[in-house]
């Protein structure tokens, strides 16, 4: 009641395809037929190998997308939800009575939402601008110049992602206070104009352009800077 494709393995190379009837055995076809024969059982299309293979990835993805995206739905969930809901002992996951409270309260009270959005855009598109710059000049000199202990000084600039914002925190916040910069854009900007980690990025960036490329600029009339 049905049948098995099957491919006898013939001694040029070549193979001719038949229907083998199905019945007891492995697919119908005797240990013995299958060594005289060198009968082939049809195995699964590499395309659905492959497809297996996606859909297994694509079920990791799917995973690791839903742990990374839970944090996020849960604040935004937390935002429609009551202050008694907020701080309860056994809090859920969605508000079970939704509420556009917290919203009024930011627009429409003595909070300064706007002012905050806009102290946010200017210290980082400032703060962006000027670490790009710096942090370029200064991987470029350490790679494209020959500037003396150039390796020295790139340890150092790594050693200073070792220090923890907390070490320095405390004296940012006297240089700012002793040079009356405090409630000024001036004085949340300047501890953040250096950045060792975007010159270590931007070296990195540096080195993996090849050399010839510089020969070809040299060649055309460019200069090193």
Do not use: W
Not at 127 to 135: C, E, R
Not at 173 to 189: D, E, P, S
């Amino acid at each position: 009641p049905g049948c098995v494709c099957q491919f006898p393995v013939q001694p040029g190379g070549r193979k001719i395809g038949f229907a083998v009837p199905y019945s007891a055995g492995r697919h119908g076809v005797s240990d013995e037929k299958r060594e005289k024969e060198g009968v082939l059982p049809v195995s699964i299309s590499p395309a659905f190998k492959q497809l297996r293979q996606n859909g297994l990835r694509m079920l990791l993805v799917a995973v690791l997308a839903a742990l990374y995206l839970f944090p996020l739905v849960r604040i935004f969930s937390m935002s429609f939800m009551s202050a008694s809901e907020l701080y309860a002992s056994a809090p859920s996951i969605f508000p079970k009575a939704f509420t556009l409270e917290n919203y009024r309260s930011i627009f429409q009270g003595n909070i300064p939402i706007f002012t905050f959005l806009k102290n946010t855009v200017i210290m980082a598109l400032l703060i962006t601008a000027v670490q790009l710059a710096v942090s370029s000049i200064t991987a470029y000199a350490l790679t494209g110049l020959d500037v003396p202990f150039k390796n020295l000084i790139f340890i150092l600039i790594l050693g200073g992602m070792m220090i923890p914002f907390e070490s320095t925190m405390l004296a940012n916040y006297l240089f700012v206070a002793q040079n009356g910069l405090r409630n000024q854009y001036l004085g949340l900007i300047l501890p953040f104009l250096l950045s060792p980690a975007g010159i270590f990025l931007m070296r990195q960036q540096f080195k993996s352009i090849p050399k010839e490329i510089y020969d070809a600029a040299a060649i055309d009339g460019c200069g090193p800077v």
